[in-house]
């Protein structure tokens, strides 16, 4: 995000400093744990203390800071056991969105899903797992978006930073990708067919997966 989007005159200031931040943290550039430079952040986008405080209060709301007195604001760090809990929750969420998909999914919607299976096969076939890793972000996204629930879409997004600042690498490797996109595919075949029992199911067990290629990415992670 460069600073001339920044200071887009049409948004809220507050809103495109927070835009930045979370840019901030999801391309890696802030880390769990990393304390946010205010003073820095709001010369490089050429605005006062001010927004880039109320950006903070909302984001540190939303569970992606957390702001400590007379220290500032850093990257949330979430722990093991909370992760799991946050697993268990997007296990339902998935549920209710892969039924709701199913139900009122359009035809574009659909072919905006294969397209991004496509580009996700590929990545997979080059063994890219930086790559295949943004676009599964955003077929699941796509997803829960065209359930048409704003609360659900918020509460993914929720579920999906805490699980992000954990562990950003959940599915890669050759086998885990591998896998991935085959469990991607049933779910988007499900919603293509209009099943909507077996696409709470699909988009269910692949979270629930997903959970344990990530406990298995922790216990193959190498010592330092």
Known sequence: MSVDEIQDASRP???????????????????AGDRLNENALAAELNVSRGPVREATRVLAEAGLLTIMPNRGAFVREISLEDVLHVYDIRAGLARVSGRLAALRATQADIDMLRELWCDMEEARTNRNSDEYYEINRRFHAKIVEMTGNPRLIEFHEQTER?????????????????????????????????????????FERHVVAGKQRMLDTIVTRPSG
């Open 162 to 202: 805490e699980v992000f600042l954990f562990l950003r690498r959940g599915v890669s490797g050759p086998t885990r990708i591998d896998v991935s996109n085959k469990q991607h595919k049933d779910m988007l075949d499900a919603i293509a067919a209009g099943d909507e029992l077996e696409a709470a199911r699909a």
């Open 13 to 31: 200031l507050t809103t495109l400093v927070r835009e930045r931040i979370e840019h901030m943290v999801m391309s890696g550039e802030l880390k």
